[in-house]
């Protein structure tokens, strides 16, 4: 299991798995909180900016 933090700053929010210290930029925290939700589900992701974020959190890039 990760270990994840989403973290604020002033162009939006980042969010570092801190197991793998990888992380990536999202624009806002619901979206934060979506991609966190689909990668603990293991849910494939259509939306191509969110897939990429899946694989940049998980060290696939």
Do not use: S
């Not at 210290?21 to 999202?26: K, M, R």
């Not at 969110?50 to 998980?58: F, G, I, Q, W």
């Amino acid at each position: 299991m990760y270990k994840y933090k989403i973290i604020k700053k002033r162009y939006g929010y980042v969010v570092v798995n801190e197991t793998l210290n990888t992380h990536a930029h999202l624009p806002n925290y619901k979206g934060c909180r979506n991609l966190l939700h689909l990668i603990r589900k293991d849910v494939e992701i259509r939306d191509k900016y969110l897939r990429k974020a899946k694989c940049r959190l998980l060290g696939e890039v």
